[in-house]
């Protein structure tokens, strides 16, 4: 097996037996020594950095003197804000709190692969895939929520004799979307990741600087790009005159 990161070897060291037990509950299979992965480690830090980072910053807001931390996230907010409100139109605001919330999972993830002794956990294909069900839970029922069973018409078209081949067409394009999204971001940061651990080894600082720049750019764009397809779904399933 490769090598596992310093954190996870704790973690299986010290917290072997309840992940044996519940991966042997579930029927996976895995390795007893190691039942921890690199990524879902990672993962959990990200989570827990989240909470640790707005639980903080909920303690600090203040509408007479809001500090650098607090005008930072406003000013996402509003980015978020008006990302959403050019595509969705009516009640985009109800959803910030979800597409933001993706973007900075995404973006904490991604990141996390830039600190030695990490791994940004999407490059595994798993984290991907679920973020992408995710999206795919919210946008739906989003919909149906919007539009009650009239959402089914979007998968059936205009007209009616359209209706038999339109509605397996519509069908497929949205089974096909939790694979585009998670084979575009896993794809990106594996192959962002490879890259620069490729150049960092065989060459000296400066060429690897360029790769990690280019790979943090990256972390970026992969981010806002997830976030702003995810805004596309909502859009279109949400939309009356859709």
Known sequence: MEQELWITTLFDRA??????????????SHDAAHPWSDWFICEVLVVLFMVVLFSFLRTRLSVDKPGKLQHIFELFHEFVHASSAEIIEHGAAKYVPFVGTVFLFIFFMNTLGLI???????????????????????YHSAGIKANGFGYIKQFLGPV???????????IASHAAR?????????????AGEQVTDAFTTVT????PVIFISLHAFACILQSYIFMM?????????VSHEH
């Open 116 to 138: 030695p002794g990490f791994v940004a956990p999407t490059m595994f294909p798993f984290v991907p895939m679920g973020m992408a069900l995710a999206v795919i839970v919210f």
């Open 229 to 237: 397809l995810a805004i596309v779904y909502i859009g279109g399933a």
């Open 15 to 28: 917290l072997a037996a309840p992940a044996n037990a519940f991966l042997d509950a579930v029927h996976y």
């Open 160 to 170: 009616v004799w359209l209706m038999p081949l339109l509605f397996p067409i519509e």
């Open 178 to 190: 939790p694979l585009s999204l998670t084979l575009r971001l896993y794809a990106n940061m594996f």
């Open 204 to 207: 000296k600082l400066a060429i």
